[in-house]
Structures are given as C-alpha cells and as structure tokens.
C-alpha cells in the first residue's frame, strides 16, 4: 500500500477515534500537520485525475457531436448504409459500456448520471446490437457479400464506411454468442487479417485464435482447430484452455484414424440452414432479391402500359399510369400515384405510433412477432387526418372496390435488413381463425405503395412467377388474393426482401370480400 494512502487513512482513523482530543498533544498536532500534507496531494492527485478523465470526456461528447452533426445531415442516407446503422448502435451499447461509463463512474456526477440514464431510455439496448449484427449476416448471405469487400467499404458496389480489426472481431464474437459459428468464422478471419497488419496485438491474437479454433471444431474440422489452438499456445504457452483443448482434439484426430501431426489449410466452411431455407421457394427467393431471373415472365410480350380512369370522376383529368407486371395472375403497377405532401403526411403521422410489426398465427389467430418479418408498422384511419381519408378515396377510385370493409391503411418502416420473408396476404381455408373477429371475410385483394426509393435491395419478389418489383417512391402495385369464386391465389404468394442499402417505406391497404358482391361479382363458372 502506498505511503501515501498509509497515512491518510491513519488520519482518518485518528479523527475517528479521537475527535475533540487532537489539541491536547502536540504529537497528535504534528501527525495531523503531516496528514494535512497528504490530504493535499491526495485531494490534487484526485483534481488532476478529475481533469484527465473530464478531457476524455469531453473528447467523446466532441466526438459524439461530430459524429451526429454528419449523419444527420441525411439521416435517411446515413442509416440506409447497413455497415453505419451496426456500428451507431454499437457505438451506443458496447462501446458506451466499455469506452464511457467509465470516464462517469464519479459519485459527484450522480445527478448527471441519473439525467443520463433518462435521456438514454430510447437508445439502443445489447439486444439492438444483437439484433443489428444479425441483420448484417442476413444480408451477407441474401446478397452473397464478401466478407472482405464489407470490411474494406464495400456493399455491393456502393461505398461504405471500413471496419476495423476491432469491430470486425466484435462482429464475430457477437455471431459466436448466438452458436453461429459460420459467420463467426468469416469475421474472425477478417480480423486475423487485419491483424497481421498490425503490431502490439499478441493479446487480440489470444482470443482470436481461441474463438476461431472452437468455431472451426464445431463446424467438423478438428484439424484446422488443432492447428490454431497450437499458433494460440506458440503465443500464450501458459493458456490452460487452449493446453486442454490440444489433448482432446489430438485423442479425437487418433480415434478418427488421423495423424495430429503437421498443420492444416484453412478450410471451406459452409454456412448450415434449416430445411426451409433449402428449399427451392426460398433459394428463388433469395436469387430474386439479388436480381437473378430464376424463369422467364409468362406472356411477358404481351405486356402494356397504359392511361386508365376506371370512369372514376377522380381520376378523370388525372389518368392512372398503369404498367402490367404480370398477366395471371394480374399484378400492375400504377405510378406517380402518392404526392410527395401525402408521403410526408403519412410518415409524419405514422412514426410515433410505430411498434414492431406482427404477423397472425395460422392455429390461435393470435398477433405475434416473428423473425422472419423484421418492419415496424402502424395503422392509421382516415379519420386521423384529411390526407389518410384522401388517400383511402384514392384507392377506392383505383381498385373500383369498396373500401368499407378494407383494413386500416398499415404503414410499414424497414429497419435495419429489413424483410418479410415469403408469405401470403389472404388466409388459407385451413386458417379458419385469421380475419375472423373483422367479419368482413377474405383479403381479396392487396394494395401496395411505395414511399421511397431504395438504393439496393428492398424488392417485392413472387418467387412462383419469378417477377422482382423494385420500390419506386410514390407508385403502388395491386393484385388480386382471391379468384371470384373466393379461392386463393397461392401464385401471388410473396416476400419484401431484405433492405441493403436505403430506407424504406410502405403503405399497405388489404381489401376485403365483404362490399364486393355487386363491384367484382362471381362469374357463371364456379371454377373461375
């Protein structure tokens, strides 16, 4: 213990004990003049720490304000970048927990801290962060992006802000603390990479290695994990774990019928999907996303574009823009249909009210969460404002069905990866519970609008019919769900990929049976 503390806390102990008592000896009034001196370093040594610690944080509140004054400059093209929207939050969970609280552990800050922790409710929380990696990796493997190009700014061709060792390790570590050893692995060897590069990171290498050659055991190259865990104990030889890890992945290598001996090549890895994700719907899906043509458009020569009034009187000086997407089922897109005063209406009305988006379970009939459909939405009645009523007229006019019966116009706001993996909008006969409590039967029919434009990525895919709707700002695509005799269209089963690069932004309003008995009426064939 220093002598310094010694002291002071022989002073401290001799106020205690004897207060009142000091003055009647010289000897204690000697001891206190020493413990005055001490008291005084201690008190500047404090000052000095206080004035060290409030430069650092002053540093960061610099740094914060520099950093907030660029992006919000474009908000919207700030966070669209998937790289920037991980590492603000990052930057507010695991860095605010490692790099600032501890410039705020002073008990005289307590009612700043406390003013903090009020103005940080809305902020980012570690399952953000969790959450924002995984959307990362999402769209790693949506748009088969190279680990390498992601870290070094690069997303697809756009420009991107570079990862460092540091953040590309966090990233892997993050993916490991979810058993995903794929992503883990990628991210790892990214850092490894960088890290070569670098000097003064024998300790980083530590974990690194730990983490890699785990990770690689757990994918089945035993191998490869015997070859870091010795590169770990060349650089840490006292390394318990690693020394024990050694020994079994030897003994496994020899029951296995190989040699521990020698090294071995980095090998593929593979990333492991459930059955789903091996399917062909959702292989389709995914090369849809990634502009492939997974098969040519039926009947595509027999297209159009064209002006049509549906003989509304609203639409009369005003044509609708109606472009044919598909033929059977008929899927068309109308453009310019949203004004930029109706688009901002909306979300101005809309983002308050925003909670994420649920889906309704096929058995219970229930609204649930689910990971395959990453939105936020809100729903809004055309009596919460003149334009939501102006827009619901405007569908009406469009679709020439009643709009009585119709859901409230849901608003959708795509997060970070944001998706709705492939899915259908009408429910199913085995589905008896969805849509029940409205009374007003079926969706028949789903109208669907684009708010913004989206850099990359963010399409409406049908992987049945191979037809990719890329989001155009202010034009809406419709469809019918069911044929006239109320049978589903399972050919318009679809999905909203998964957002790259942008923000986006819809409206969605599903039209129902009930009101359309006499504007879309069933034909004289039950089978059409």
Known sequence: MPDLLKNFLLFACVASLVRGEVFTSMAHLESTLYAERDVASLIKS????????L???????????EHSRKSLSDPSFYLGNPVNAFLLIKRLTLDWDKDVLPLLGNNSLKDFNLELQFARQGLPTFEDLTGAATALMRLQDTYHLDTSKIAHGDIAGVVSTTLSAEECFELGRLTYNEDDYYHTTLWMEEARSQLEASENTTERRIELFDYLAFSYYQQGHVKHALTLTNELLELD???????????????????QGESPSGSSERPAVK???DSYRQSSEFQTYEALCRGENTQKIKDEHKLRCQYVSNNDPLLMIQPLKEEEMHLDPWIVVYHDVLSEKEMADIKMLATPRLNRATVQNSVTGQLETASYRISKSAWLKGSDHPTIAKVNQKIQAITGLELETAEELQIANYGLGGQYEPHFDFARKEETEAFKSLGTGNRIATFLAYMTDVEAGGATVFPYLGLKLYPKKGAAAFWYNLYKNGDGIYNTRHA????????????????????????RPCSLSPDE
């Open 496 to 519: 909203a990929c998964p957002v790259l690069v942008g923000t986006k932004w819809v409206s969605n309003k599903w039209i129902h049976e009930r009101g359309q008995e006499f504007r």
């Open 55 to 65: 430069n650092k944080l002053e540093k960061v509140a610099e740094d914060y304000a």
């Open 237 to 255: 030889p006292g390394h318990q774990r690693a020394f024990n890890n050694k020994r079994y992945f030897e003994d496994m290598l020899t029951r």
């Open 271 to 273: 990333r492991s999907v």
């Open 46 to 53: 404090h000052v000095q720490q206080e004035r060290e610690r």
